[in-house]
């Protein structure tokens, strides 16, 4: 396994809309392992291929204490939403920023696990909020583009102070 490099907003391959996983084999899984470990050593709740420049449908999330409830997405997509709730977010892209989002309450999601066989799964709660967050990176939208303008432009200038100091 091998930790991978976390892209940073705005970087712009965080736009970058993920293709596809045409076939789950040794190499998604491969990848699934090193995004997982990239995760915990973060730490996060999920990671999104997209932030560790695959550009391939693939989301890991564990939001359990102690790591024990990995979940792996390929080519995951949202066939349900129900309800509302406003929740904090950050981002392992957006390190130390985190700022209230309004989401889907409940969702319904269809995917691939990782033997490339089909699956649903109903969540709710922070797991629902996260899958979103997850699916919004491999369309190419980082949870601060939810905030107004004056937000953006405020996190940006934030990061990159704190690139300055840290270089």
């Known amino acids: 396994m091998a930790l991978l490099p976390i892209l940073r907003y705005p970087d712009p391959r965080l736009h970058t809309r993920a293709a596809p996983v045409a076939a789950v ?6 990848l699934i392992k090193d995004m997982a470990e990239t995760m915990y050593e973060a730490p996060g709740i999920g990671l999104a291929a997209t932030q560790v420049n695959v550009h391939k449908r693939v989301v890991v999330i564990d939001i359990t204490e102690d790591k024990s409830g990995l979940l ?25 920023i985190y700022e209230s989002v309004k989401r889907a309450e409940r ?21 629902a909020v996260c899958i979103q967050h997850e699916l919004d990176h491999l369309d190419g939208k980082v949870f601060v583009e939810y905030l107004s303008a004056l937000k953006q432009t405020r996190i940006k200038s934030k990061l990159a102070k704190k690139a300055r100091i840290t270089a």
């Open 72 to 96: 792996a997405l390929i080519n995951a997509e949202i066939v349900e939403r129900s309800g509302e709730q406003i929740c904090e977010e950050g981002c392992l892209s957006v390190p130390g």
């Open 107 to 127: 969702v319904k999601v269809r995917a691939l696990d990782e033997q490339g066989e089909p699956f649903e799964l109903e969540a709710e709660g922070l797991l």
């Open 25 to 30: 084999d040794d190499e998604i899984r491969q």
